[in-house]
């Protein structure tokens, strides 16, 4: 089991930046790929990115492409979304979540994620 807590979220205005973790509990952390995903009120929980259990592969959706960056620290258990050029587009509620490692799925598979954070709202203003 993996228990996942996200931290970060807040209000911030277009252009600025804000750096999302996600802590996670348990042993095996560092056999899990983590991924980010966000929604907004009636629209389906979309893929933003995620990093391998090694962090040597990483992916992206089009829309964060450049501006949004994914890291873990293994050693500490945590994930972090740093976001960058943030637009109002943006805002969002922003999840973590964890799925065992599997090279031959891609990330963005939403359903393959077993463990899934309470969520952190990121608000930018125009």
């Known amino acids: 089991q993996v228990q996942l807590v996200e931290s970060g979220g807040g209000l911030v205005q277009a252009g600025g930046s804000l750096r999302l973790s996600c802590a996670a509990s348990?042993?095996?952390?560092?056999?899990?790929?983590m991924g980010w995903f966000r929604q907004t009120p009636g629209k389906e929980r979309e893929f933003v990115g995620a990093?391998?259990?090694?962090?040597?592969?990483?992916s992206y959706a089009d829309s964060v492409k450049g501006r949004f960056t994914i890291s873990r620290d293994n050693a500490k258990n945590t994930v972090y979304l740093q976001m960058n050029s943030l637009k109002p587009e943006d805002t969002a509620v922003y999840y973590c979540?964890?799925?065992?490692?599997?090279?031959?799925?891609?990330?963005?598979?939403?359903?393959?994620?077993?463990?899934w954070g309470q969520g952190t709202q990121v608000t930018v203003s125009s």
């Open positions: 990093i391998g259990w090694s962090s040597s592969i990483t």
């Open positions: 348990g042993r095996t952390f560092s056999s899990y790929d």
């Open positions: 979540a964890g799925r065992v490692t599997n090279s031959f799925r891609r990330f963005s598979r939403r359903d393959d994620y077993a463990y």
